[in-house]
Every structure is written in C-alpha cells, then in structure tokens.
C-alpha cells in the first residue's frame, strides 16, 4: 500500500519552500583513554591531521595540530582532542498528516509563484542588437610592431561590446565579391567576413 504521508514528507523535504532542518554544531573533548606521552600526541596529531584532509609531511601543519592536542588535553591525565559534532534536527519528524498537507500546498503556491513570477520575466524581456563584420579575425599578440595603421583586434571589439552590455549569439561567415577583382583565372575573387551579432537586454 502507497503511504501518502511519506510521498508528501519526501516531496516536502525536496522542496526550497519550506526550511525542514535544524542544522547545529557542538565542540565536544573526546578522551582517546591513551596516556600524555609525546608518543601518543603526535598519534593523534596525525589523525587530527588526516580526517581534516591535511598533509601529514608538513612541518608546520604537523606542529600546530600537536599543539592543538596539548591545549585540548589541558588539565586532564590523558590525551584529548576538541571535536566538532553536526547535529541535525528533522523539523518534520512530528508533523502530524494534516499538518503535511497544509505544508505540501504551502510548498505548490510558493512554486506557483516562482514559475508566475519568471513567466513575466519572460514575457516583458525586450532585446536590442547590434551587427559587426569582421574581415579578419586577429588576435592582441597579432598587431604588427610598429604600424601606424589603426589596428584592432577581435578581443578588442569583444570587449568594447561587453561594457555596453552586450553579449555574442551569433557568429556566421560569407563570402564577398573582392572590389571585383579579376584573378588569373579570370574569375571575380571573393573573400571570407565574419558577421557577428551582439544582444543586449532592455530595461
């Protein structure tokens, strides 16, 4: 038999709608038992050093957690280290059936309203284009030394683009009649552009 108030306490759990977890963190001393020896430090030490995933070849790393056993094995007869313990409380664990019903609809509103609230987004999103062609596609490190030519690279316009908000989504390619050119062929020559377009969102 399907046990509906599980479904809706699983589906509650996987929600963001509803905090369903108290989350808390305890330092606790945990005596080893073993005897304050230097011996016994540097064991623990390590391990210390191991579930905190430090390296153990470190000289400073392996000084300060000997360090950190002492001090937290101050005042007794026996090697102690201070832990830090997770404790989880399941907010739900008591919820009675008709409470996890009000729960489960609180849980589809808030969605609801989610899915409401990115449709106007959607639908009150206006754009704005721009259109660049590119005959060669060159790089920064490609700018000839020396020239007095304006010269300006294709990271260049990118980034000039960028500051006004824009962002590529579309990059295509066409062929051109070359000024009409005749090649020894006797055929027109053609040369290849790139055509980018920017887009850039309206408020």
Avoid: W
């Avoid at 905190?52 to 101050?74: E, F, H, P, T």
């Avoid at 090697?79 to 609180?106: F, G």
């Avoid at 009150?124 to 700018?143: G, H, P």
Wanted: aromatic letters at 8%; glycine letters at 4%.
């Amino acid at each position: 038999m399907v046990d509906v108030n599980q479904i809706m306490y699983d589906m509650i759990r996987r929600s963001d709608s509803i905090v369903t977890n108290k989350v808390e963190e305890v330092e606790e001393v945990v005596d080893t038992g073993l005897e304050k020896t230097e011996e016994n430090i540097q064991q623990i030490a390590f391990e210390y050093l191991d579930e905190k995933g430090y390296a153990r070849n470190d000289v400073r790393n392996l000084a300060m957690a000997k360090q950190y056993v002492i001090d937290s094995s101050a005042g007794f007869d026996t090697v102690r280290i201070r832990k830090v313990r997770r404790l989880e409380d399941d907010l739900l664990s008591e919820t009675q059936p008709e409470d996890l019903e009000k729960l489960m609809n609180i849980c589809l509103l808030d969605n609801l309203m989610k899915v409401n609230y990115k449709m106007d987004v959607m639908l009150s999103r206006r754009v704005e284009y721009a259109v660049e062609v590119v005959d060669d596609i060159t790089t920064d490190r490609e700018k000839p030394i020396g020239s007095l030519q304006e010269f300006v690279s294709f990271q260049t316009l990118l980034n000039r683009y960028a500051k006004q908000g824009y962002h590529v989504v579309g990059l295509t390619q066409r062929e051109i009649a070359n000024g009409g050119k005749l090649m020894m062929t006797g055929f027109a020559s053609t040369k290849k552009q790139t055509v980018v377009v920017f887009e850039r969102e309206v408020y």
